[in-house]
């Protein structure tokens, strides 16, 4: 039994769109908000765009194969553990401190939990539909995808000082 592969995109857009909105309007507006860019960032964020489009085009071009197989649980606990993380990311990201540097859930652990999740469960993806061009948009997207970071790095140490600087030293930019 075959399914379409943009299925699977499905749960982590009405995550990522529905859910916040259904959390916090205000939220939903941080989300859309992209930090300032300067330089090299400017192509990173527009790769970081093309990459986005592709694997969301190329997903529809794609099989996931129901199978009994080592490759398709794997690929499943992958796909399964990205989505839960990105709910949790959504859930914490939609109620940040009072200060705006947010401590909650994941980003005690993570300053980009919503980066990992997306990569999880993008390579849930990947493994499913089995996909080497998917691997390869993904692998761009997740690139590109930290030189946004580093933006909005530098943005929010502007704006935050020393107490952003104090939670870069305590939480890991990634995991």
Partial sequence: MYMNGFLLLIPSILIRYLLLYLLSKDAMKRAAYFAPIIGVERIAFWVYQISTIAIFVYTF?????????????????????????????????????????????????????????????????????????????????QIAGHWIILSEERWCKERFGAEYLEYMKNVRRYI
Avoid: D, E, H
């Fill in 61 to 141: 071009l794609l099989k996931v194969k129901i199978q009994q197989t080592w490759l398709f649980y794997t690929g499943t606990a992958f796909y399964v553990v990205g989505l839960f993380l990105l709910t949790l990311s959504m859930v914490n990201y939609a109620a940040p401190s009072t200060t705006g540097i947010n401590r909650n859930g994941l980003y005690r652990i993570s300053r980009n939990p919503i980066y990992v999740a997306y990569f999880i469960c993008f390579i849930g993806c990947v493994v499913l539909t089995q996909s080497l061009l998917l691997l390869g948009f993904v692998l761009t997207f």
